[in-house]
């Protein structure tokens, strides 16, 4: 199949992951209000409903990745949706290419802060006392803090911290430059603190479940204030040490949580929009936000009478009353330039195995096509680039493809265009036959990672399968492969298609804290998901 074939499908696939979750119905699709939001606001989607109820209107949300968000505006007027809500003004700075977001406030606000177990920064001395981005990289390389931190190429909370470390490192400009990201102990120091960094996630809440889950083999994360409030409501039901909030005083970044509307010269959607953020900037609202861990307050600094110490606690080292003075985000070309530079050149590298179903049943699915697709995404540096996907010189990428037997495996190491484009062809080129066995490229993928070893880069398997599991070996024998191997800390991803059995891949993916995303309504969004916990 020619280029011009995979590129028109790749197409459709990505016009189908921009509508996913919109539920579109031609003939009451103008009754009903869209919103586009981060998925940090998922738990406060009651307070949207309350207003849609009042009001008797119809509001629909879904909640996408910042990277995600920022494409979607630059289609302006086209956009499915009439108001957006992401974590952070700079996703719509980056994304509003045409000036169609309009009339944005803010109706939140947390600041990015290092959470750190209590009795590990009371040993560092880190408690009651300034802490810079400095003293975090000496901690780090000197092994006496083991942190995790979201994806700075697709996560808010992960962006923010990192554009912070660089305010740090350039020595605190105005306003962060192009020409700052190019000094040498700047590109220095950004590469030795994100190589210090143990574990990586594609959105803030999914970092913060992966911190409970590995809570013993981690010391800190790094995380929205909000987001480490509600793990130490959880650390301390399960009677474990909370987390201790520390605010680096020199790379400081705040999330603004900004609600602005679409403009497409709709008065009726116009209206909607005017009452919903007027309910959400309530006091009754913003009193409920407050609760919630929130700072739902016209300055970072809220009145302390109006705060909870039972949530805001002083013990986990929240300080409302300290004056925080965040990091200014630059302008979208150094933004961008930046996250580029992340994913292209700061960042730890990636040591991926694929692990690509060519059963039959994938061929009579259409899932084999749709597989070939999001690897051309991939492998395809130009089209990669597009969703801060590239790869990195140092990133090393394993294909296995596989039935009922192993078939092919492949190694690509770096981020050469040419070496990327021949592996997507080769992908291409196979055909779908036979059964299935989705354990041996599992167990396959991880000796591979054994033989050469994992330590310095983010290790994952991602199995891509639309099957059932009954020609091969067994969950069993996966398991007994990584209790021997003490592979436990590679985490296994699985993206589903057609009719892949949920209870093999939970399993499978539950061995090192991995996840299962649903590729049938939104292939590229789930492809997309994964890569940023790699």
Excluded at 130 to 142: H, K, P, Q
Excluded at 308 to 313: E, G, H, I, L, W
Aim: hydrophobic letters at 40%.
């Amino acid at each position: 199949m020619r280029t011009g074939t995979w590129r028109g499908i790749l197409a459709a696939i990505v016009s189908l992951s921009i509508l996913a979750g919109c539920g579109d119905d031609p003939e009451t699709s103008g009754s009903v209000f869209r919103i586009l939001s981060g998925s940090e606001n998922q738990s406060l989607e009651g307070i949207i409903q309350e207003f849609a109820k009042q009001e008797d209107v119809t509001v629909e949300v879904t909640y996408q990745g910042s990277v995600d968000i920022m494409r979607e505006l630059t289609r302006g007027v086209d956009s499915t949706y009439d108001a957006v809500w992401p974590a952070n003004s700079m996703w719509i700075a980056l994304g509003d290419t045409t000036g169609a977001v309009q009339a944005s406030a803010s109706i939140m606000r947390s600041p990015v802060v290092l959470g750190v177990k209590r009795p590990v920064a009371e040993r560092l001395g880190w408690v009651g006392t300034d802490v810079s981005v400095d003293d975090v990289l000496t901690a780090t390389e000197a092994g006496q803090l083991h942190f995790m931190m979201a994806n700075a190429a697709q996560s808010d909370s992960g962006a923010s911290a990192y554009l912070g470390f660089l305010y740090a490192f350039a020595g605190h400009p105005d306003v962060l430059t192009a020409a700052d990201l190019r000094q040498p102990d700047v590109r220095d120091k950004i590469e030795r603190i994100l190589g210090t960094v143990g574990r990586t996630a594609g959105s803030s809440g999914f970092l913060k479940d992966l911190f409970l889950s590995e809570y013993d083999a981690y010391d800190a994360m790094v995380n929205y204030e909000s987001t480490v409030i509600e793990a130490n409501q959880a650390l301390v039901a399960n009677g474990r040490d909370p987390l201790y909030a520390i605010y680096l005083v020199d790379g400081t970044a705040i999330a603004d949580s900004p609600f602005a509307y679409i403009d497409k010269d709709d008065p009726e959607k116009e209206a909607t929009f005017q009452g919903l953020q007027r309910h959400l900037l309530s006091d009754e609202v913003q009193r409920e936000l407050l609760g919630r861990g929130r700072r739902a307050c016209l300055g970072i600094n809220c009145d302390p009478s109006t705060i909870d110490p039972a949530v805001f606690n002083p013990e986990w080292g929240i300080d409302t009353t300290r004056i925080l003075t965040p990091v200014k985000i630059p302008g979208p070309a150094v933004v961008r330039e930046a996250l580029d530079l992340y994913q292209t050149a700061f960042r730890k590298p990636s040591f991926t195995v694929f692990a690509l179903d060519f059963s039959g049943s994938m061929g009579n699915s259409g899932g084999e096509d749709e597989l070939k697709a999001a690897m051309r995404l991939l492998l395809d540096q130009e089209s990669a680039a597009q969703y801060l996907l590239q790869a990195s010189p140092d990133d090393v990428t394993v294909v296995i493809l596989f039935n009922d037997g192993l078939l092919s495996e492949w190694m690509l190491l770096g981020n050469d265009p040419a070496r990327s484009l021949q592996l997507a062809s080769q992908i291409e080129q196979v055909q779908a036959d036979g059964g299935t066995d989705i354990y041996s490229p599992v167990i396959r993928g991880l000796e591979i990672m054994q033989e050469r070893g994992t330590d310095g880069y983010f290790p994952s398997v991602v199995l891509m399968t639309d099957g059932q599991s009954r020609d091969g070996k067994e969950f069993k024998d996966l398991d007994a492969y990584v209790a021997a191997s003490g592979m436990t800390q590679v985490p296994v991803f699985a993206i589903t298609f057609g009719k892949a059995s949920q209870e093999q891949l939970d399993e499978i993916t539950a061995l090192s804290s991995g996840a299962v995303f649903d590729g049938r309504g939104d292939l590229a969004g789930a492809f997309r998901a994964v890569r940023g916990y790699t």
